[in-house]
């Protein structure tokens, strides 16, 4: 495996937004310009991206990158024709795999082994032992999707850190760009992330539901700021 | 419902670590110091995690804050018994909601529609039927993972942009997290985050999947760099 990725641009002309204002700012964009997303921003988000966490260090995620403009053609009449799809400059599919922790854990533990994280081959055993009881336990589809998401999220957020705008959509037929991308029956598409350029004006900002109504203090239902103020 | 938060800090001493760096040097936290999380950064990180986006901006999420020592020595018995639930002086308990767009979604879309979203009623109309036929034909527990896992991530990356450590968890006993915190069954419990200062020393990097297994170029199955290079 690899090591952390070391010639990720810290900025791009001495400049990138605080994760701050990039979540204030990021909204979903509705219709791309054709500005092309230069070579060490994509290499930059797809790295970032995936640094993120996962369950036993397993990273059960893989990421197609479109950017063939008769393949996001393809995309988009898969995806609900939505125009944004084959506007996007890159359409990234991701897609979780349900299996694959199984042929790749031995990998993924015995690198645990050779860097430190447990220190004796009996460990290795034993953890692997208990991951395969937990992923058997679980629901795998959901499992998927959680860490997948972690990952769509950081290039997300990267992308708007380095000034660009993305499109996380779910409207999709997942049947359909498995079949067009040949994605296997094994791996289920989790998302699609188009990045580029917005095309003005941004969509008005929704709102959000109040703090005390989404965030509960102790126990479900009591509102946050009743607690927390007393 | 509400605006954009305007009272997250830019900076705390000044500092605000970049998205690059807080990407690169999180981990996961394996024991957690006594160490208060102040509560403007706690305010921050739940408010920016509130941003999330959302399919509809339906927002089918609810976190509970737990801080309360009896209230995480409980939360620990329930989540394999792992000491840094106990530990970490905040757990987030993320929930995510399957039903409740149900009730929540005539208000989403006429605030939409005040905000100007949409521009008539039959809009607003049309709209809810087009969600509501989404959501029915899909699997409501891969819907409320994706989302849920998206503002986790939020919350992880704003605590350590703002210094802090955090643990996201996926080992726990669903039912019993459910019984003991008063969460109800039409609710998923998605994840655990702890959130707090790391105890030294951090475990060691466990490496990642080289970018070309991971990501593929315009199709599944072909390694990035053959075809970026082309």
Chains 1, 2 share one sequence.
Not at 85 to 93: L, N, R, Y
Not at 142 to 157: D, E, G, K, Q
Not at 184 to 192: F, G, I, Q, T, Y
């Amino acid at each position: 495996m690899e090591d952390r990725p070391t010639r990720v641009p810290a900025a791009r002309n001495g400049w990138l937004k605080p994760i701050t204002q990039a979540i204030l700012e990021r909204r979903a964009t509705v219709a791309f310009t054709d500005d092309a997303v230069p070579d060490d921003v994509l290499g930059a988000i797809l790295q970032l991206g995936l640094q993120a966490p996962s369950g036993y260090n397993l990273q059960p995620w893989r990421f197609i990158v479109v950017r063939d403009p008769a393949n996001r053609a393809r995309l988009q009449s898969v995806a609900n024709d939505q125009a944004k799809v084959s506007q996007a400059p890159i359409v990234v599919i991701a897609v979780g795999m349900r299996e694959a922790w199984r042929a790749e854990m031995d990998e993924v533990f015995l690198e645990g082994l050779k860097r430190g994280l447990v220190k004796r081959p009996a460990d290795v055993t034993r953890g692997q032992e208990a991951a395969t009881r937990f992923l058997d336990g679980m629901s795998r589809d959901v499992w998927v999707n959680r860490h997948t998401m972690i990952a769509v999220t950081y290039m997300m957020l990267v992308a708007e850190a380095y000034g660009y705008d993305t499109a996380p959509m779910e409207g999709f037929d997942a049947e359909g760009v498995k079949r067009e991308f040949g994605i296997p029956d094994d791996a289920e598409v989790v998302a699609l992330l188009g990045i580029g350029r917005a095309r003005p004006p941004d969509k008005p900002y929704p709102g959000r539901f109040p703090v005390d109504r989404m965030v509960y203090a102790e126990s479900f239902g009591t509102p946050w700021s009743e607690r927390s103020r007393a």
